[in-house]
């Protein structure tokens, strides 16, 4: 049985996420943004539930800008996503960039979380439970979990899978309390951050 905050939050999740998207500077995009914005509707309360924490509510609103001079992909400030509109031309089979960056909209983390944590907690929704498909095994043979991205969303995976299956989830909830510590590692699996990657590392 559902406790009365996380009941309130499972209601206040209920109500659809809106979604505005701007292609003015690149109108021959508006396809593309469309099925983005769908995808989005149908993840976002999805990863919302994956990511609750009780006394917290996700942005019920956020914008996606496709913007035609920005550079590298996209990245996302606060309930604000912007694409590189050249990056979708050139692999408009990329949505996991979509949801990688609506993540972010749902973690809204205040600061204070280590970089490879927020987007290995991203990219593990991405990989792990959006596009279901193993990270290659260069990928996650990093020189360490730092590297971020798919490199630590796929060590978390190996955590998950290895040692505490709420691993993800908690470090949801610390970063977005502004509490996250190393020592989280420790208390889930009994060894320090350093030592889970060696186990990690040399894992068949």
Known sequence: MLSPALLLLSLVQAEPVKIAVDVSQVPELKEWAEKAKVLCEEWYPRTSDFLATPGFTPPGEFKIIFEKDK??????????????????????GDWGMIVHEMVHVVQSYPGG???????????????????????????????????????????????TE????????????????????????????????????KDYLSAP
Request: positive net charge.
């Open 71 to 92: 550079k590298g992909v996209a990245d996302t400030s606060g309930a604000v996503i912007r694409v590189a509109a050249d990056w979708v031309k050139k692999n408009p």
């Open 113 to 159: 979380c280590p970089g490879w944590v927020t987007e290995g907690v991203a990219d593990y929704v991405r990989y792990f439970q959006y596009e279901k498909k193993a990270v290659s095994p260069k990928e996650r043979r990093g020189k360490s979990y730092k590297e971020s991205y798919r490199t630590a969303a796929s060590f978390l995976a190996w955590v």
């Open 162 to 197: 290895k040692h505490d299956k709420e691993i993800v989830k908690k470090l949801n909830a610390a970063g977005r309390a502004g509490k996250y510590k190393d020592d989280l590692f420790k208390d889930a699996a009994g060894k320090d951050l350093d030592a889970l990657w």
